[in-house]
C-alpha cells in the first residue's frame, strides 16, 4: 500500500513554479499584452528554422532527400543553422514559461514534449558517436545504413511529435480536466 | 466571391459544422499543419540558404532547388490540406480578422514569387545571375514566406 498522493511528489516543482510566477518579470510577462503573442510568434518562427534544418536531414539520413549531396556535407552546413535555431526556440520556450509556469509545469502534454525533446537529443547523440563514425563508407552512397535510417526515423518521429505536443498543449485543459 | 454571406455559408455546411463542434478534430488540424510547416520550412530553407551563398554551397543551386522540389510540392499540399478544414470551421472569424487577409494576400505572393522568379534563378545555369540578384531573391523569399508564418500565428491572437 502506497499512502503518499502522487501529487505530493510534484509537490517541490510546484512551489518552484509559485514561486516563478510571483518574481516581476514573470508577472510583467504574463500581463503583457502584445510581448507574449510575439514570443510566441519568434517561438514559431524558431521552430520552422530549426525542424526545417533537422528534418531535411533526417530525409538524407533515411536516403529520400538531397542525395545529390553527401551526408557529412548536410550536417557540417546544415548544424550551425539548427544550433542558432534551437537557441532561438530555447530562449522564446523559456520565456514562456517563465510568463505562465503554472500553466506548465501542470500539463501533462508540456512534459511529453519534454519528454519527446530529451529522447530526441540521445537520439542525435547516439546517432554522433555509433553511426556517424562509420559515415566515410556511406557518405555519398544511395543507401545509408540501417543505423542512419533508424536514427533518420527516430529524430522525424521525436521532433514530430515535439511540434504536435507544443500546438495541443493548450487543448489539455478541455481534454483532461473536465 | 468575398462577400460575409460566402463565409457563412461555408462556416455552415455539415463538414465545417463537425470539425467545430469536435473536441479534438481542429486541434488535430491544426497540430499536422504546424508539422508540414516545419517541412515546408526545411525545403525552401535549403534554397534560400544555397542562394545566399550559405547552406549546400559546394552543390549547384539547381541541383538543391531539384532535390528540394519533391518536398517543397508536398509539404505545401499538406499545408492546403490542413489549413482548408480551419478555415471552413472559423469561416466567419477569419472574414473579420485582418491577418488571415494579410495571410493569404502574402500566400499569394510568396506562391506567384516562388514559382515564377525563384524559380528562375534557382534553375538559371551556373552564372546567368550574379551573386547580388540569388541573394535578393533568398532574402525576398524568407521575407515572404516568414510574413505568411507570422500572420499564421497571429490570427488565432487576435481574432
Known amino acids: 500500500m502506497i499512502d503518499i498522493a502522487l501529487g505530493d511528489y510534484f509537490a517541490p516543482l510546484l512551489n518552484l513554479a509559485n514561486y516563478v510566477a510571483e518574481l516581476p518579470t514573470s508577472v510583467q510577462l504574463r500581463e503583457s499584452q502584445y510581448v507574449m503573442p510575439w514570443v510566441f510568434v519568434l517561438h514559431v518562427i524558431s521552430m520552422c528554422m530549426f525542424a526545417g534544418t533537422i528534418l531535411m536531414m533526417d530525409l538524407r539520413l533515411l536516403g529520400v532527400g538531397y542525395m545529390q549531396t553527401p551526408f557529412s556535407q548536410v550536417q557540417r552546413r546544415l548544424f550551425p543553422w539548427q544550433m542558432v535555431a534551437m537557441f532561438i526556440s530555447s530562449a522564446t520556450g523559456l520565456a514562456l514559461v517563465w510568463g505562465n509556469p503554472l500553466n506548465y509545469v501542470t500539463n501533462i502534454i508540456f512534459w511529453l514534449k519534454m519528454f519527446a525533446m530529451v529522447l530526441a537529443a540521445v537520439n542525435a547523440l547516439a546517432f554522433h558517436f555509433i553511426t556517424e563514425y562509420t559515415v566515410v563508407d556511406w557518405d555519398a552512397g544511395r543507401t545509408p545504413p540501417s543505423g542512419a535510417k533508424i536514427a533518420g526515423w527516430l529524430s522525424i518521429i521525436l521532433w514530430v511529435n515535439v511540434v504536435l505536443a507544443g500546438r495541443l498543449m493548450p487543448y489539455a485543459l478541455t481534454w483532461f480536466r473536465s | ?159
Not at chain 2, 499543419?33 to 539547381?62: E, N, T, W, Y
Open chain 2, 1 to 159: 466571391m468575398f462577400e460575409y454571406d460566402t463565409y457563412a455559408t461555408i462556416a455552415g455546411w455539415a463538414v465545417s459544422r463537425t470539425i467545430n463542434e469536435s473536441s479534438w478534430i481542429f486541434p488535430l488540424v491544426q497540430a499536422f499543419h504546424l508539422v508540414a510547416l516545419g517541412f515546408l520550412a526545411g525545403a525552401l530553407l535549403m534554397v534560400d540558404l544555397r542562394l545566399l551563398g550559405k547552406g549546400f554551397s559546394q552543390q549547384p543551386i539547381a541541383r538543391v532547388a531539384r532535390d528540394a522540389r519533391p518536398w517543397l510540392l508536398g509539404s505545401l499540399v499538406a499545408m492546403v490540406l490542413t489549413g482548408i478544414p480551419q478555415f471552413m470551421s472559423l469561416a466567419t472569424k477569419e472574414y473579420e480578422s485582418p491577418y488571415f487577409r494579410w495571410k493569404m494576400g502574402f500566400l499569394l505572393t510568396a506562391l506567384i514569387f516562388t514559382f515564377t522568379v525563384r524559380r528562375l534563378v534557382a534553375y538559371a545555369p551556373e552564372g546567368r545571375f550574379g551573386g547580388a540578384v540569388s541573394k535578393v531573391v533568398a532574402l525576398v523569399s524568407i521575407g515572404l514566406w516568414t510574413s505568411v508564418a507570422i500572420n499564421g500565428r497571429l490570427i488565432g491572437f487576435f481574432s
